[in-house]
């Protein structure tokens, strides 16, 4: 594969991305704004700064962009923050990549846009935006901004539109996390009712794999592609699943932590068809993954 510069590869999924490309031996360049990403050259600098962006696409014909805010539960009372990062970083990259003539840009967008849906049907890329999040809003805005870049100026993109997305080395909120967290400490987990706050949990060995593939794909029929573990499940079948590896975990009911909105189970067709996409690593495998990187950090080498 030509050279790839990854954004954003210090967090959970961009450095697990530029992790697996050094290893396959393709040229790798990852930026960021926290310095000491990992065992490939990076660099400290921030998507949203144009020029730095025009000079790191030059002679890279492909990029993925995941350098953003993480999710909606982050930033809540800075909302320009939010926007800065998404859509300033999102802006930049787009122009530069625009500007390089890049072969392909992946950029990372997320289920966040699909907010409350009328049914829990199963939702195809097709489905009605409706963000409840100012995160949903800044990547809805930004896959609109995308959009336009493909339509107007023929920019080569992808843009995967990821569940909830867990693994070692997550470094911001993840509810998997603390419900082990606590479970090991003895603490008291709420719990909302079966039937309810439903999620969709994707392990980032999977999500890279769908960057990877969408990077390679020789040809895209559409430009939005859904990509999740395939796996639906509430709140208290997620608490069942935690208390069989953590034999301390007590629960209690209480209201729906935060979810990913009122939406059925992402269809995952298309990502399947154009790019190849089957997810590989089941829920129960990542939690038990996750278990032991929280119960022993060093034995894992990478921490929770």
């Known amino acids: ?78 909302p320009h923050g939010i926007a800065q990062a998404n859509l300033g970083g999102a802006m930049a990259v787009f122009e530069a990549c625009r500007q390089a003539g890049v072969r392909r840009l992946v950029w990372l967008s997320s289920i966040a846009v699909y907010g409350d849906q009328p049914t829990l049907d199963p939702i195809p890329e097709t489905a009605a935006v409706n963000p409840q999040s100012f995160y ?17 100026y023929g920019l080569n993109a992808v843009a995967l539109r990821l569940s909830s997305v867990f693994g070692l080395r997550r470094q911001t909120e993840c509810r998997l996390r603390s419900t082990i967290e606590a479970g090991l400490a003895g603490r008291l987990v709420t719990v909302a009712a079966e039937g309810t706050s439903f999620r969709q949990y994707l392990h980032v060995d999977d999500a890279a794999d769908a960057v990877l593939l969408a990077l390679s794909a020789s040809a895209t029929s559409q430009l939005f592609y859904n990509v999740t573990g395939g796996t639906y499940v509430t709140e208290a079948t997620l608490a069942a699943m935690l208390q069989d590896l953590v034999p301390g975990l007590v629960t209690a009911p209480g209201p729906p932590a935060w979810n990913e909105g009122y939406l059925g189970p992402l269809l995952l067709e298309a990502a399947r068809r154009d790019l190849g996409y089957v997810p590989r690593v089941s829920l129960r495998d990542g939690l038990m993954e996750l278990v032991a990187g929280v119960r022993q950090p060093e034995a894992t080498g990478k921490g929770p």
Do not use: W
């Not at 310095?35 to 790191?56: E, H, N, Q, T, Y």
């Open 1 to 78: 594969m030509d050279p790839v510069l990854v954004t954003g590869c210090s967090g959970l999924i961009g450095h697990r991305v530029a992790e697996r490309l050094q290893l396959a031996g393709v040229d790798v360049l990852g930026v960021d704004l926290r310095p000491g990403a990992g065992p490939f050259p990076s660099i400290v600098g921030d998507a949203a700064d144009l020029p730095l962006m025009r000079r790191l696409t030059q002679g890279r014909p492909n990029v993925v962009h995941s350098g953003a805010v993480s999710g909606p539960m982050l930033m809540l009372d800075n």
């Open 136 to 152: 949903g809003h800044t990547k809805a805005a930004g896959e609109l901004l995308l959009h336009g870049y493909v339509a107007k």
